[in-house]
């Protein structure tokens, strides 16, 4: 029976059926500092021991400092959690890739990175963002402290089967459209909510055209959407990424797994749920201007007005122009930033740094701008960032160079924006208070977050000069 | 061998009993994660006292942080949850897509801390949705009309409703009827520890890892 790609990962990690209830084993768990100090205190009262330690990986990425690394964590109390972690790693000899390694950084960029994540892979962290992974064709979705407990004790998770639902985005975007808008476009049309329950696949020429690296941003959003994992199908870009990471198979064991990854797509006659086409011309440059990532137009475009909407949105719309400090029909390239923030398990890869940087080069940021930072979102892809001199490029232009982490997307750490403040971010959520109390997050591209430094508004980059 | 069928109840969370109980009202669509439980109070490395500081920013005029003393800060007199008449309020009701976003379990711990037994919505999301059940909250769906009528119940009056999970109804004026898995139905009313029941098939996750391993050899390397 034609099967898709989420019905034949799933399918072969089946240990045991009841009905529509399964249990299913978990190839690759990485853990970080906040989600998991709770799970091991819960094993050590039930003295369970891990079942499969090997299947762990774990880096404190939330709570980490960006600037000053050497002087170790300020906070006392980010300080006690992330010790915890490591605490943890070392009574149960873990892999982790502590604040001193370079290999340090956010858990959804160090796992590819490393070739920790593979295609076909049951992938789980105690983190919404997970579904990133799926992007090599991996099953990969986000659990609470409970489930990363049970698969810490049992290496298995209780599962129902997910619908499932395709995207399919079909002819090819501009080339100043990135994955990121892709992704806000495709929240904007189907909503929050629209994903809820279903397995996402991404297709079409538009996503077989997108670097690993926009596959994974892409992927990263589906929750966004409401869908717990987001996935594309394997091809050579996926294969030629993995080509000799650091945990990549290798020799003959690699020829065995690329024989099985290439069969990693859904079968041509597979039957989804729901499949959703969208023409990748209609896609221009994204801003988003409320309280919700659905809250969103294309950079031409204006905050919608209240009367277009039918009468059940009129509160939650109200409310968010409130909070953003905004009015209903303002044009997007009307709208003022304070801050820019470049970083996130969204966007902190070296393409986003190459995208923000092309733009970057020669310029300046606007006097009107009061910080500016770049956060690259592993030790790895700062170093590759030096070697390329990009680091340079935003120093020059204005921006802060900062060491790895989460850092502003959710203001764990000491990066945050005050009350009133309004940011141009390439994070995923824009929450009410997601940066910082009262702050304002319009979630962009690292490009339309480049220009939104260089103009202190938001402009549409296509209309913009670009150096090389 | 089944899941289901083990008859042996390891307890882990308390069993749901039947709740009858003033319902709060939380007027709002797409409450993410954030909202329930700011991210400065995901550093504490418990499960408890996250009660305090449920819907930190909108309950309270100023900043929270880790440590303050709660009861010292000033109070959001006109949000919900506290208006006197909720202070033991066990049920929430609310929109749709509730707990979207972060899948911090931070949330129902601080909901469940605060005295939350039972979430009343449209729909929630996913992952919420799923953490509720670990930790014995019981998230209920309704149709987009009945939960417009229990809304119209609280605008002039405090609305008592009742919650019968093995009958799996809604009773305030009218009575309502909810879906719900059998599996999350049972594991509620027993209390049950999904650990200790998953473990309970030690040797066939066992076995299941040796086919696995030899049919994928390279997801043994490390």
């Known amino acids: ?468 | 061998m089944a899941i289901l069928l083990i008859l042996e109840m390891r307890k882990s969370v308390d069993k749901f009993k039947h709740i009858i109980s003033k319902v709060i009202p939380l007027d709002r669509s797409n409450v993410d994660t954030d909202a329930i439980i700011p991210k400065q109070f995901l550093k504490s490395i418990k499960r408890t006292g996250f009660g305090p500081n449920l819907f930190d920013e909108w309950r309270y005029l100023d900043h929270g942080e880790p440590g303050m003393d709660n009861s010292k800060r000033s109070i959001n007199p006109d949000f919900v949850l506290n208006k006197p008449q909720f202070k033991d309020s066990k049920i929430l009701l609310v929109r749709e897509n509730f707990g979207c976003g972060s899948s911090r379990e931070h949330a129902p711990w601080a909901l469940l801390d605060f005295g939350i037994k039972v979430i009343i919505a449209e729909s929630f999301a996913d992952i919420f949705y799923n953490n509720c059940f670990k930790n014995g909250i019981l998230p209920i769906t309704l149709q987009k009309d009945e939960i417009e009528e229990l809304f119209s119940g609280t605008e002039t009056k405090t609305l008592e409703v009742e919650v019968n999970l093995e009958k799996q109804f809604v009773k305030s004026s009218k009575s309502y009827s909810f879906e719900i898995d059998e599996f999350k139905k049972s594991s509620l009313l027993n209390g049950l520890d999904e650990i200790g029941l998953t473990l309970e098939n030690k040797s066939v996750i066992a076995n299941f890892e040796k086919s696995y391993f030899s049919n994928y050899p390279w997801l043994k390397q490390e």
Not at chain 1, 63 to 87: H, W, Y
Not at chain 1, 316 to 334: C, H, K, S, V
């Open chain 1, 1 to 468: 029976m034609a099967k898709t790609l989420y019905e034949k990962i799933f399918d072969k990690h089946v240990v045991l059926a009841q009905e529509d209830t399964y249990l299913i084993y978990i190839d690759r768990h990485l853990i970080h500092e906040v989600t998991s100090p709770q799970a091991f205190e819960g094993l050590k009262i039930h003295d369970r021991p891990l079942w499969r330690k090997e299947s762990i990986v774990a880096v404190p990425d939330h709570n980490v400092p960006t600037t000053d690394r050497d002087k170790g964590i300020q906070d006392p109390i980010s300080k006690i959690q992330v010790e915890t972690l490591d605490q943890n790693c070392k009574d149960h000899n873990l892999l982790q890739f502590d604040m001193s390694d370079v290999r340090q950084g956010i858990v959804h960029v160090i796992g590819p990175e490393q070739g920790l994540t593979l295609p076909g892979m049951t992938i789980v962290c105690g983190d919404s963002h997970t579904s990133t992974h799926g992007a090599f064709g991996a099953l990969a979705m986000g659990i609470g402290t409970s489930e990363v407990e049970h698969v810490m004790a049992t290496q298995c998770l209780i599962q129902k089967k997910l619908k499932t639902m395709k995207i399919d985005v079909q002819g090819k975007t501009h080339p100043l459209v990135s994955a990121k808008d892709i992704a806000l476009f495709v929240i904007g049309q189907i909503g929050t909510a629209g994903g809820t329950g279903y397995a996402i696949e991404f297709c079409g020429d538009a996503i077989q055209q997108l670097s690993m690296e926009g596959r994974m941003t892409l992927c990263n959003m589906a929750i966004e959407a409401g869908a717990r994992s987001g996935m594309v199908a394997v091809d050579d870009t996926t294969i030629n990424y993995l080509k000799n990471k650091p945990f990549a198979p290798k020799n003959g064991m690699w020829d065995l797994a690329e024989k099985e990854w290439r069969t990693l797509h859904s079968d041509s006659d597979a039957v989804f749920d729901k499949v959703v086409e969208i023409d990748a011309n209609m896609i221009e440059p994204q801003v988003s201007w409320g309280t919700s990532p659905e809250m969103v137009k294309g950079i031409s475009e204006s905050i919608p007005k209240k009367s277009n909407l039918t009468s059940d949105k009129h509160l939650d719309f109200q409310r968010a122009l409130e909070y953003m400090g905004l009015n209903e029909n303002t044009p997007i390239n009307e709208i003022s930033v304070d801050k820019v923030f470049i970083g996130s398990c969204t966007n902190s890869r070296i393409e986003d740094l190459r995208e923000a940087a092309r733009y970057l080069k020669g310029k300046k940021i606007n006097p009107s701008i009061r910080l500016a930072m770049a956060v690259p979102g592993s030790g790895i892809v700062k170093k590759q960032a030096e070697s390329e001199g990009l680091d340079k490029i935003f120093i020059e232009s204005g921006f802060q160079w900062r060491d790895p982490g989460c850092s502003m997307c959710l203001a764990m750490n000491a990066d945050r924006l005050e009350s009133g403040e309004r940011c141009a971010s390439t994070s995923n959520r824009n929450f009410e208070g997601r940066q910082g109390q009262g702050g304002r997050t319009h979630l962009v591209s690292p490009a339309m977050a480049a220009a939104a430094a260089v103009h202190g508004h938001f402009v549409d980059i296509r209309n913009e000069e670009i150096s090389g």
